[in-house]
């Protein structure tokens, strides 16, 4: 892989590229050009061959990509051609819905533990996974070898939460907490703001609603 670094926007991309070509592949199409594959995401040609070069080269020209093939490789670009263990932090609304969330399992993402702190439900068992006290985190994060932690927690204690995850050694994190979070320069964090992507729902309807309003 090349050592250039990638921006976020690009590897964004190629997880639409490799979306776009797990429907492809589902349409028994052996071949895409790029045309085609921009045309699918809204991108231009260039933009999807310049993103693919960053990686080697890929297809021939003037007959395309080969869909699985370029299927593989990207998954192989992304990490997501391996299993990655995940322990997840706050089996509430959110934690229990990201549990039962089958994509995560398909492209290689495996809940495998799950912590809270509420009494009742430690010790349980919820969807084939028992429930831990938050306070053995460190512990069984280590002895699992989780590698990626998702925090479904209430904001209040987020950062409780992550500094001990970070403690135990955990150096990507996904967090739903609706705060923003601090974390060493060497570990990964993703903030997932449902209610902020919302604002900017709201936002762009009312915006759009009131540039169509006749003048006065």
């Known amino acids: 892989m090349t050592k250039k670094r990638i921006s976020e926007s690009t590897i964004h991309r190629l997880s639409l590229y490799l979306r776009a070509l797990s429907v492809l592949e589902k349409e028994s199409h052996e071949t ?65 819905a990201l549990v039962s969330y089958k994509e995560f399992s398909r492209q290689g993402f495996q809940i495998i533990k799950l912590f809270d702190n509420d009494q009742r439900k430690i010790g349980s068992n919820h969807k084939g996974i028992i429930i831990s006290d938050i306070k053995d985190m460190e512990k069984e994060l280590q002895e699992a070898q989780i590698e990626i932690a998702v925090i479904a927690v209430p904001a209040t204690v987020a950062q409780y939460i992550v500094d001990d995850v970070v403690k135990a050694g955990i150096k990507a994190i996904l967090n739903f907490a609706p705060i923003n979070l601090k974390v060493p320069q060497d570990v990964y964090l993703r903030n997932e703001n449902m209610s902020m992507e919302l604002e900017y729902l709201s936002f762009a309807l009312v915006n759009n609603h009131s540039q169509k309003r006749p003048k006065i």
């Open 32 to 96: 895409v050009s790029s045309k085609e594959l921009a045309k699918r995401e809204k991108l231009t040609p260039a933009q999807v061959r310049k993103d693919l070069s960053f990686f080697g080269s890929f297809g021939t020209r003037g007959l395309g990509y080969p869909v699985s093939d370029l299927k593989k490789q990207i998954a192989s670009i992304l990490g997501i051609d391996r299993l990655w263990k995940v322990a997840l932090f706050g089996v509430g609304n959110i934690g229990s």
